[in-house]
C-alpha cells in the first residue's frame, strides 16, 4: 500500500523560503503525479501545482507561478515543494497527494499527513 | 473566487439526506469526471467520489453522485453526526492543466 510521508511543521519570516517533502513508500514512483494542495485557515483547498517524476514534468497554479517550484528526486522517491517570498496569506496546511494509476487527471485518493506552515514575524 | 461553485454551507438532520452542488464550464465539469473529498478537521482530505459517480473502495454507499453537463452533485443519505465537515468538487482544467476546486461546503448536522 503506498504511503506519502511529509516533512515536519515549520515556522518561517515573511519575505523567506520553505522546502516541503513528501516521501512515498511501498509502491511505484516514477510513473504517477505527485501534486501539492493546501487549505489556509478559513479557506477551501488549493491547488499548487503537480509534477510527474519520471519526466520531471511540471504544472503550476497561475497565482503562485515564480514563487513555487516542485521538484523530484527519482532515487530516494521524494518530491519536494518550495515556496519563495512568503507571506502571511501562504500560513496553511500544505498536502500532497497523488491518484491510485499514473493517468495524471485522475482522482487524488492518496494523500500525505499534511505539514503546517506558518508565516509570522 | 473558484472556479467551481458550491454552496457556502448545508444542514440536516440524523438520518436525513442533503445535496451539495457544484456549478463549472465546459472546460472543466462539461469535459471531466467530477470528483468529491471530505475534509475533516486535522485529517487530511479523503476521496469521497470519482469520475462523478464511482464510490472508492471503503466508502459507505450512503453517498452517492451524479453529472449533467457543466454540474455535478453529491447526496449524502442517512446523515450521521461524523459526516459534519468540509465538502469539496474538484475537476482537472485542461485548459489550466491543474486542478481545480469548489469552493467548499460546511455540513452540519443537526
Known amino acids: 500500500q503506498v504511503q506519502l510521508v511529509q516533512s515536519g511543521p515549520e515556522v518561517k519570516k515573511p519575505g523567506s523560503s520553505v522546502t516541503v517533502s513528501c516521501k512515498a513508500s511501498g509502491g511505484s514512483f516514477n510513473n504517477h503525479a505527485i501534486n501539492w494542495v493546501r487549505r489556509a485557515p478559513g479557506q477551501g483547498l488549493e491547488w499548487i501545482g503537480t509534477i510527474i517524476p519520471i519526466f520531471g514534468t511540471t504544472y503550476y497554479a497561475q497565482r503562485l507561478q515564480g514563487r513555487v517550484t516542485i521538484t523530484a528526486d527519482t532515487s530516494t522517491s521524494t518530491v519536494y515543494m518550495d515556496l519563495r517570498s512568503l507571506r502571511s496569506e501562504d500560513t496553511a496546511v500544505y498536502y500532497c497527494?497523488?491518484?491510485?494509476?499514473?493517468?495524471?487527471?485522475?482522482?487524488?485518493?492518496?494523500w500525505g499527513q499534511g505539514t503546517k506552515v506558518t508565516v509570522a514575524s | 473566487q473558484s472556479v467551481l461553485t458550491q454552496p457556502p454551507s448545508v444542514s440536516g438532520g440524523p438520518g436525513q439526506r442533503v445535496t451539495i452542488s457544484c456549478s463549472g464550464s465546459d472546460s472543466n465539469i462539461g469535459d471531466h469526471g467530477v470528483n468529491w473529498y471530505q475534509h475533516l478537521p486535522g485529517e487530511a482530505p479523503k476521496l469521497l467520489m470519482y469520475?462523478?459517480?464511482l464510490l472508492p473502495s471503503g466508502v459507505s454507499g450512503r453517498f452517492s453522485g451524479s453529472k449533467s453537463g457543466t454540474s455535478a452533485s453529491l447526496a449524502i443519505s442517512g446523515l450521521q453526526s461524523e459526516d459534519e465537515g468540509d465538502y469539496y468538487c474538484?475537476?482537472?482544467?485542461?485548459?489550466?492543466?491543474?486542478?481545480?476546486f469548489g469552493g467548499g461546503t460546511k455540513l452540519t448536522v443537526l
Open positions: 474538484s475537476v482537472w482544467d485542461g485548459s489550466l492543466n491543474g486542478w481545480v
Open positions: 497527494a497523488r491518484p491510485k494509476t499514473t493517468v495524471t487527471s485522475d482522482a487524488l485518493n492518496i
Open positions: 469520475y462523478s459517480y
